[in-house]
């Protein structure tokens, strides 16, 4: 691998992770706000733990898991429009597949 793609590749990776970090934590502060208005209670802290409800437990995994997911690949897209625009092409993990 030429020295350029390799620097590249880290550049991108690290590009990316942040860019995922950042949108799950800011995804995780809008969730928590969303579920105390929406029920007046805190999200829990251990959906595993008896105490809370089944139903609280289930529906704060998939709506946690879902916006967390969408969140971070919206910012992976992000990063990538912006990576190409910077280096006039998608980083090195990222191939089109002929198109």
Do not use: I
């Not at 950042?22 to 805190?42: C, M, P, S, Y």
């Amino acid at each position: 691998m030429a020295k350029g793609k390799s620097s590249g590749s880290k550049m991108w990776s690290v590009f990316s992770l942040v860019a995922a970090l950042g949108a799950a934590a800011v995804a995780r502060k809008g969730l928590d706000a969303g579920w105390k208005v929406a029920t007046g209670r805190k999200p829990p802290q251990n959906p595993a733990d008896p105490d809370v409800h089944l139903w609280e437990a289930v529906s704060w995994a998939a709506v946690t898991g879902a916006c967390v997911a969408l969140a971070r690949m919206l910012a992976q897209r992000r990063a990538a429009g912006y990576y190409a625009k910077s280096t006039g092409h998608l980083p090195p993990q990222l191939s089109r597949d002929g198109q």
